[in-house]
């Protein structure tokens, strides 16, 4: 299974997925990374796997539907069976969605439908949440509202910062990513069936 993956930021969730892959039995390869931030600290696990990068800058376009379209553009060079958002941190715009539903998935650091959006963990914490989760979604043209491949609750401990309760989600989400990405590609889960469920 050949996967594009796009990041934003630190992508120790790609870096998960590119060491899971290095592993010859595992049926799925990183063909490409993406971000919309040419200075996006995970481009560096890409290169140590010596898997190519592209970046294509928000700023660079007019409008985001033209950079949504160079967006789309990079990725389908690469001709990939899946796409990864793993703190990919912009929303796509509806036609780049569309052209690569279902095979477009994200992780998030929340239990779904808890707290969607760009700041699940803080929400949960400002909420008083005594529990939050990791989930791995479908992408649709909603936020966060896809349908839901796997979830797992984590608990929210007394004194818990963003910081302290993301990094013991983000494992979770890794660990989710992974066998999905694996279930995917030996066929025990289909995209389609579920985004028509
Ligand atoms: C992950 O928790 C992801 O779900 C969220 O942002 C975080 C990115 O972490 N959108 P990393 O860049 O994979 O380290």
Known sequence: ??????????????????????????????VAVGTDRPEAEGLTHAEDFGVPTFEVALSSFETRDA????????IRQWNPDLVVLSGFMRLLPAH?????????I???????????????????LAAGATQTGASLIVV????????????????IVPGDTE??????????????????????ANGNLDLKELSKA
């Open 1 to 30: 299974l050949s996967v594009v993956v796009l990041i934003s930021g630190g992508g120790s969730n790609l870096r998960a997925l590119l060491e899971a892959a290095a592993d010859a039995e595992y049926p799925a390869r990183v």
């Open 67 to 74: 950079w949504g379209d160079a967006l789309l553009e990079q």
């Open 96 to 104: 780049v969605v569309d052209a690569l539903a279902p095979h477009l």
């Open 106 to 124: 994200n992780t998030h650091p929340a239990y779904l439908p808890e707290f969607p959006g760009a700041h699940g963990v803080r929400d949960a």
């Open 140 to 155: 649709d043209n909603g936020v966060d509202s896809g349908p839901i491949i796997a979830r797992e609750r984590i608990a």
């Open 163 to 184: 910081t302290s309760l993301h990094e013991r989600i983000k494992p979770v989400e890794r660990r989710l990513l992974i066998q999905a990405v694996l279930d995917i």
